[in-house]
């Protein structure tokens, strides 16, 4: 087994599928390097998604992404900075 330290910039496949699709996957962007956060004693990195636009739903056009724009992206998509994670992560701070 190999483990990955989360750096910005780098992009991660997260298995977030339902029941009845496990295999689902959604693009997500590392936007810091692992930091200190708070009292806390682990490192957190701070991850966005990326979501499709659907003509129906409001999204935010902050950042629009188009298809082809990274290999996962197939449609319109947009970063949904609103559903923002911070998550515990090896590694260390480079500034």
């Known amino acids: 087994m190999s483990l990955f330290v989360p750096y ?11 029941a009845h699709d ?7 962007i590392v936007l810091t390097d692992p930091a200190q956060v708070l009292e806390y004693t682990e490192k957190y990195s701070l991850l966005v998604g990326v979501a499709s636009v659907q003509t129906d739903l409001p999204h935010d056009p902050t950042c629009l992404l188009d298809a082809g724009d990274h290999e996962f992206i197939r449609h319109k998509s947009y970063v949904h900075y609103a559903r923002a994670l911070t998550e515990p992560s090896q590694g260390s701070s480079t500034g």
Request: proline letters at 17%; glycine letters at 6%; hydrophobic letters at 35%.
């Open 8 to 18: 910005r910039r780098a992009t991660l496949l997260i298995p977030s599928g339902p």
């Open 22 to 28: 496990p295999d689902r996957k959604h693009l997500f």
